[in-house]
């Protein structure tokens, strides 16, 4: 510990801070639309926390490089809308084979070349059409308390303009000052627990498979195993990427049947472990990955309280909280999923079809917008091969 200062605690925990805030209460509203109770709940959040601060402590200090992992907030978006009418056990089945399919990936070293594949604007499109309710539920809570939810805005605008990495944070902060002036904390439910291990047996479903699972599997490659290796490489750590990708599925192998839905690199908290102000040698910033790594095992072990905590704030701010964290990733969809004019009508198919919620033989909206798009894509340039000949 001689070699640690503080500034690798404080990125660390301001890392960790803005996963929690971004992203926890959505991974709440999964846990609870497959029917957790409250002692599962704690094993979720139980296995997260171990399964990152293990995988972030691990691979950090094998490689002496800053290697943060996460949770997939993408899917735990997806499955938010994806598992309302599954059981638990259903749910279990379809955490323990996207980690068999990520791990699969990692160890035959196709982790790029497999979402060479997929296009990457149906990709996007896809993720931006999970994540699109969330945006929409900012503006009904706009509705139901304006001021609460107007003020959230504007400190999350304004923070994005002068601090992007603390604009999540202070949209929260600026929630509860609010909340706390107007009394709509229920202090009372909050309570300091300590979360344990809840074993779920899984079953498997075809159709879960298939409508949540594939959904899941490629969401959390494209939209955060990729851009996770960009960040590593981008700040000169040219790591290979087929260890990696095999540790978080391995790690979603072992945490799985506790709740832990997926385990993945982490892009936007990485580059807080990866900048600067963690460490000005760049050899020495894996000990902010290594502090981030420990506080995710703290929030782990304390998972209960975690959701004591945001289960005590109300519905207008955990809407806000959580569909506000989600623009910036909505917005680099679209982006991504238009930026290419040939694929646009593909795209569009898939965003579309993945917004409506549509569910047809138990397979969910997510899988059918890819197919479609896919199909769209393949006629396409299927007819414009025969045109040209």
């Known amino acids: 510990m001689k070699g640690f200062q503080l500034s690798h605690v404080s990125s660390g925990f301001v890392a960790v801070l803005v996963g929690y805030?971004?992203?926890?209460?959505?991974?709440?509203?999964?846990?609870?639309s497959a029917g957790a109770s409250v002692e599962q709940l704690g094993s979720w959040m139980w296995a997260l926390g171990i399964g990152m601060g293990a995988t972030c402590i691990g691979l950090s200090l094998f490689y002496r490089v800053p290697i943060p992992t996460a949770w997939s907030t993408p899917g735990a978006a997806l499955l938010v809308t994806s598992l309302a009418?599954?059981?638990m056990s259903e749910a279990i089945g379809v955490f323990l084979f996207v980690s068999l399919l990520v791990t699969l990936v990692g160890l035959l070293g196709l982790t790029e070349s497999l979402l060479r594949r997929i296009p990457k604007t149906l990709a996007a499109a896809m993720l931006a059409g999970v994540l699109l309710r969330f945006g929409i539920d900012v503006f009904l809570a706009l509705k139901a308390q304006w001021l609460l939810v107007g003020l959230m805005l504007a400190v999350w605008v304004l923070g994005r303009a002068l601090r992007p990495n603390l604009a999540v944070p202070l949209c929260l902060l600026m929630g509860l000052v609010y909340c706390f002036a107007t009394s709509q904390i229920a202090s009372d439910r909050i309570a300091l627990q300590w979360a344990?291990?809840?074993?779920?047996?899984?079953?498997?479903?075809?159709?879960?498979?298939i409508g949540v699972g594939l959904p899941l599997f490629l969401v959390t490659m494209a939209s955060?195993?990729?851009?996770?290796?960009?960040?590593?490489?981008?700040?000169?750590?040219?790591?290979?990427?087929?260890p990696l990708i095999t540790a978080t599925g391995v790690t979603g192998l072992v945490l799985a049947p506790f709740g832990g839905f997926t385990f993945n690199l982490a892009a936007i908290?990485?580059?807080?472990?990866?900048?600067?102000?963690?460490?000005?040698?760049?050899?020495?910033?894996?000990?902010?990955?290594?502090?981030?790594?420990?506080?995710?095992?703290l929030t782990g072990i304390l998972g209960l309280t975690v959701a004591s905590v945001f289960a005590a704030f109300p519905a207008a701010l955990i809407a806000a909280l959580a569909g506000i964290a989600l623009i910036p990733t909505i917005?680099?969809?679209?982006?991504?999923?238009?930026?290419?004019?040939?694929?646009?009508?593909?795209?569009?198919?898939?965003?579309?079809?993945?917004?409506?919620?549509?569910?047809?033989?138990?397979?969910s909206s997510a899988f059918w917008g890819l197919v479609l798009g896919l199909l769209t894509l393949a006629l396409r340039k299927r007819l414009q091969r025969s045109s040209g000949a």
């Open 85 to 87: 009418g599954s059981s």
């Open 331 to 363: 917005g680099a969809g679209l982006v991504s999923a238009l930026e290419e004019p040939a694929d646009r009508e593909a795209a569009l198919i898939t965003f579309l079809c993945t917004a409506s919620g549509l569910t047809l033989w138990g397979v």
């Open 269 to 297: 908290t990485a580059a807080i472990c990866m900048s600067p102000e963690a460490d000005p040698e760049p050899t020495r910033r894996y000990r902010a990955a290594v502090w981030a790594g420990v506080f995710y095992l």
């Open 196 to 209: 344990s291990p809840v074993w779920m047996t899984p079953s498997f479903s075809l159709a879960s498979l």
């Open 224 to 242: 955060q195993n990729i851009p996770g290796l960009a960040v590593l490489r981008a700040n000169g750590y040219h790591i290979p990427a087929s």
């Open 21 to 32: 805030t971004s992203s926890a209460v959505i991974v709440m509203q999964a846990a609870t």
